[in-house]
């Protein structure tokens, strides 16, 4: 029951990503493609909410629930950043999922999302035992 919040907003969450057919392989094809506003609307939408979100938490020195101040450390660029991006992109554009809808798509009824869920933890698992490894 404790973590019964959780699932509520993830089934609130999902419902949305559904409404708004972002988890939708038409509108992301038609995005690929060039052929419609629709998703680089809601993509720009999230930028700017998270640009006005984290001049928010910097300008007020806000605090986590717990009164821990909130820290946001600038990243290194790095040629992986670049490589990561062109790979995940194709994977994108070639199955028209992004991981983070996939349980949305599963749980709307596109079975083939499972495939997609276990190659998506399939790759996670590999990146996390080649990490060492591969140069920065």
């Keep these: 029951m404790k973590n019964s919040k959780y699932l509520i907003l993830g089934t609130l969450f999902g419902i949305i990503l559904t409404k708004s057919e972002v988890i939708s392989w038409f509108r992301i094809q038609e995005m690929f493609r060039f052929q419609s506003f629709h998703m680089y609307g809601i993509i720009g939408s999230a930028i700017v909410v998270g640009l006005l979100s984290i001049q928010l938490i910097k300008r007020n020195r806000l605090k ?15 040629h992986g950043t670049w490589i990561g991006g062109l790979i995940f992109g194709l994977g994108w554009a070639l199955t028209g999922a992004c991981p983070g809808p996939l349980f949305a798509q599963l749980g709307s009824g596109v079975t083939s999302a499972a495939v997609l869920i276990v190659a998506a933890l399939a790759g996670t698992w590999t990146y996390s035992a080649l990490r060492d490894k591969l140069p920065l």
């Design 64 to 78: 986590t629930i717990h009164g821990e101040p909130i820290t946001l450390t600038d990243k290194k660029f790095t």
